[in-house]
C-alpha cells in the first residue's frame, strides 16, 4: 500500500467525522506507570485519542489508536480512556467506533493493563445489542485485541492488517510464508469476523461513513430518511434473477444501493442492508440452493443484531437443501438450528419471499411462517415441500413410472400432478402458508407497503434470563 495512502491516528478521526466536529476527550492523560523506567517514556494521549463528533450529522464516539507510541500497546490508562468513550455512548444512546492499530497489551504494566483491558470487554458486552459498535482495523489487531473486534457488531480491515489470536508462525506446523493466517483475505474468507476488505484507510472510513447512515442509533431508535426513489417502482425481469438473490436485492432497494456483509465467507447465503421506501431493512437470501453452515451461521447473526437493533428482516428464499460434505456434516445441524433460533425468535417485522425452490428443514429455517414470518410471499413459478416435486413423484408414483415405456415422461407428469396438487405456489396459498402470490415485478412495492404495515408491530415472548442455545 502506499504510504499517501496511511493515515494517522488524527488524520483517520478527521477524515471519517464531518468537518470540524470532533471534541477530544481525554488528551491529557499519560501512562502513569512507573515499573522498567516507564516514567521516562513519552506516552502522549496514552497512544490512543477518544472523543466524539458527527457523521452527517449524527452523533458518534471514536477511538483511534496511535501505532507511533509504543506501537499503540494497549496500556492502564489507554484501556480507561476507550471504556469512558463507552460509558459517555451508552449514557446518550450513540454508536461507538473504534480504529485499530495495535501492538497488543503493553507487558511494562502487566495486570493493571489486564485488567483495564478485561473492563473494557465488560463494556463492550454490556453496549452489545445496545448501541452499534463498529471497528476497522488499519495496522496490528492480535491476541485480546482481536476479542475487541468480534464483539463490534461490523468489522472491516485495510488489506495490508492483520488479525489474530495467535500469530502465524505460532500455529503449529505453520509459518507465515506457508498460510498468513493473520490476513485480511485469509480471515476474511474463513471467519465470521470481517465484514468487508478495502484498499486503503479513506476507503474504509468512506464505508463506514456509509453504513452509519443505515444504522439506528442505538435499540430504541429507528433509522428512517427521505425517500427519492419512486415507491412504486417496478422492477421488469426480475425474475430472470431467480439464482441470483444479491441481485434481486439489489434491484429492489432505494437507488439499487446494498452495504453487503461478510460478502467472503458463507458465499451460499446474502446479508446485506438496504433500504425500502426510506426505512432500513436487513436482507437475507440464498444465494446457492445448498445451505452450509457457514452461510447459515452468517445468517443467523444477521438476523440477531437486526432485531436486537428494531431492523425489520426480509428473506428471500430459494433453497432445495443441505451442502453434503464431510466438513458441512459436522456442523450443520447445529448451525441450522441456530438460524432457526435467530428467526424464530425475533419479534421484529419479518417478511419472506419465495422466489424459487422452497423444500424440507432447509427451507423452514429460512423464515417461514411456521418459524413466524408475518408475512410470506411467493412468486408464480415458486415451489414448496418436503422435497423436490420430481423426486417426490419417482416415490409416490414408482409403479406407474415402471411400468411406463418413457419413463422420463411419466416422472415429468408424475411431477406436474405434485406440483399442482401440493407443492405449487397456488397450492401452497391455498393451505395458508403463503399469504398471497405476487407478480417478480411488483415485489419492490408490495415489500414497501408491507413493512409499512407491520411498523408498529409490537410482539411478546414467554419470560427468559436468556436463550440456552
Known sequence: MSDK?????????????????????????????TDFNMESLDTPKDGVITGYGQIDGRLVYVYSQDASVLGGA??????????????????????????????????????????SFGALFKKSTMASGVIPQITAIFGNCGGGTSVLAALSDFTYMVEDSKLFVNSPNAIKGNYEEKCDTSSAQYVSENTTLVDAVYENDNQVLDHIKN???????????????????????????????????KAIVQSIADDNIVIESKASFGKDMFTGLIKLGGATVAAIGNQEKLLSFEGAVKAADFVSFADAFNIPVLSLTNVKGFEATFDNEKRIARATAKLTVAFANATV?????????????????????????DIVYAWPSATVGITDPSTAAEIMFADDINESDDKKAAIKDAAAKVTEAQAGAAAVAKRGYVDDIIEPDATRKRLIAAFDMLATKSEDRPYKKHMAF
Do not use: W
Open 5 to 33: 495512502l496511511k493515515l494517522s491516528a488524527s488524520e483517520r478521526i478527521s477524515t471519517l467525522l464531518d468537518d470540524a466536529s470532533f471534541v477530544e476527550i481525554g488528551s491529557a492523560v499519560t501512562a502513569r506507570a
Open 74 to 115: 494497549i496500556g492502564e490508562m489507554h484501556a480507561k480512556k476507550i471504556s469512558n468513550v463507552y460509558s459517555l455512548a451508552m449514557k446518550v444512546g450513540a454508536p461507538v467506533i473504534g480504529l485499530i492499530d495495535c501492538a497488543g497489551l503493553r507487558l511494562q504494566e502487566a495486570t493493571d493493563s489486564l485488567h
Open 211 to 245: 453504513l452509519i447512515t443505515y444504522l439506528p442509533s442505538n435499540n430504541i431508535d429507528c433509522e428512517v430518511s427521505d425517500c427519492a426513489d419512486d415507491l412504486n417502482r417496478t422492477t421488469p425481469g426480475i425474475e430472470s434473477s431467480v439464482d441470483d438473490i
Open 349 to 373: 417485522p419479518k417478511i419472506n419471499v419465495i422466489v424459487g425452490d422452497a423444500f424440507g428443514s432447509a427451507y423452514i429455517a429460512m423464515n417461514s411462517k411456521s418459524l413466524g414470518a
